[in-house]
């Protein structure tokens, strides 16, 4: 199959084709279907030729694939979600095994996840030198069956990041959440980041302007500050300082 022979996207062959686009990710991975490559996890493809490569397959069954989340019949690990095609306006991560797909953030998310970026740094640059705040996308991978792109982490400068991804517990991760993600990052990223022993955990409401932080304390997650308005401090952070309303400006 030659560039520029009637190709199209996943997408665009998964609409023709009454599948998932979940399914045609899977089938490129598996190099059941033929396909051109046209950049970094970048692929396009030619209908008839994907026709041909699938006239065997059942159709029916395969289109009931309709759910957000891809999963193999076994628990995917960071090589297969390395082999996932990039598709955009989204985001990917996997968590215990299971491929998750965000929408990409919205533009108030981004201006505060920003801000707060150079807040961090600020800090992390008087009180350890020799750490560093990292912002989205970077592969953070907790476990074998658990990659995640935090929105924002640090890593003290005890703890560098040496590998891709990234195989070093942060001391802090901080998610800013949004209506597509609030329940993974309340509940399924709370829960793993607890496990895998991340000390500080925040999450950043920018529609309400608001900042839960928890800490580790005996293996389990504890509210230590919640605000909306006012100064932001916290104990674990002594010198950290920030007026929150600023940090929430829309513009």
């Known amino acids: 199959m030659n560039p520029g022979d009637g190709l199209i996207t ?10 998932s686009v979940d399914t045609i990710w899977r089938y490129t991975r598996e190099k059941r ?3 051109v490559e046209i950049g970094k996890k970048q692929y396009r493809y030619n209908k008839q030729d994907v ?6 397959e059942t159709f029916p069954t395969l289109a009931k694939e309709n759910s957000a989340p891809y999963q193999d019949k076994k628990k995917l690990t960071y090589e297969d979600y390395a082999r996932i095609p990039e598709e955009p306006g989204f985001r990917h991560e996997i968590i215990d095994g299971i ?9 108030q998310h981004q201006r505060v996840s920003r801000r ?4 961090l740094e600020d800090y992390i640059n008087v009180v350890d030198p020799k750490g560093e705040v990292f912002n989205a996308p970077l592969d953070l991978a907790l ?27 942060p001391e802090l991760i901080v998610e800013v959440i949004s209506p597509a993600t609030g329940r993974k990052d309340r509940v399924l990223k709370l829960n793993r980041y607890q496990a895998a022993g991340v000390l500080h955990y ?50």
């Open 51 to 56: 026709l041909r490569a699938l006239s065997g």
């Open 116 to 119: 707060l970026q150079r807040i």
């Open 202 to 251: 925040w999450i950043i409401d920018p529609e309400e302007s608001f900042i839960e932080a928890y800490e580790l304390r005996d293996g389990l997650y504890v509210s230590i500050v919640r605000a909306y308005t006012g100064t932001f401090s916290h104990p674990g952070f002594p010198g950290l300082s920030f007026d929150i309303e600023k940090l929430f400006e829309k513009r």
């Open 10 to 19: 996943a997408q665009e062959l998964a609409d023709s084709l009454s599948l």
């Open 99 to 107: 491929f998750l797909r965000d929408p990409s953030p919205s533009l």
């Open 33 to 35: 279907i033929p396909y």
């Open 143 to 169: 476990d074998v069956h658990t990659v995640v792109q935090p929105d924002l982490l640090y890593l003290p400068g005890s703890r560098p990041a040496e590998n891709d991804p990234v195989d070093v517990v």
